[in-house]
């Protein structure tokens, strides 16, 4: 098994090419929450590790994608800084399609999910700071990066993680708005709080497919939301590169002394 890679991408719907790397090598790293299977490789001579979310051919719905594991895994591996993408719907009128944010909040709508690695016993009990849940280092990287590209981009956003695998009703969204929220998914709790867990970094490349229900002129549809992310896939692709580029894969961040996973259970 690889160690010692310290950058890896989570990839959600519509980023499924770990083509971005060279010598990519697919692994299946064991955790005692289940199998992973992931691909390691290298982009300018850095190791970084490419995982599907969804699975390559999107065949885990966002409410049973065993997101313990899948930390777990990265952190197996050593990883310390995770960029992740996740396609959202808007509810802010000036995030628009095509925008990307580095969002810095989340609403936790989520029903059903395992959301910790600390299920008390012999694993302990952790009540974790989520004063900051994604990492303002890797957001300012980010940030950087897309401003570097030309990209619309957006430093920071409110989340709405709702549990799926249905879209939101219009009340919903109603509610989500008026509750603060810029940007409804499906994905990112626990994914951010368990990264946080494990003392990873972890930021996500939010990009906008579609306004949310109610505020969009059409019903919507999976395939409107695949389709718009393929067709941001380059740009997507660009970020990532420019952002593995800038991170210090040595570097050293509040978010990795948060108590937690050590990567050899
Ligand atoms: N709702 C929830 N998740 C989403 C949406 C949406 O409108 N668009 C992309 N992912």
Redesign the pocket.
Known sequence: MAVDVRIAVIAGTGVYDPNIMTNVRDETVNTPYGDVQLSVGNYRGKPLAFMNRHREDHSVPPHLVNYRANIAALKKLGVKSVIATA???SLNPSMQPGHFIFVDQFLDFTKARQQTFFEGGASGVVHLDMTEPYCPELREILLQASKSLGFSAHPAGTYVC?E?PR??TPAEIKMYRLLGGDL???TSVPEATLAREAGMCYATIAMV??Y??GISPTR?THQE?VDMMLQNGENIRKLIMQAVTWIDVDRACRCQRAPGLTGSE
């Open positions: 396609a959202v719907g709702t799926g879209f939101e409804v998914g499906m497919t579609n949310a229900a919507l939301v």
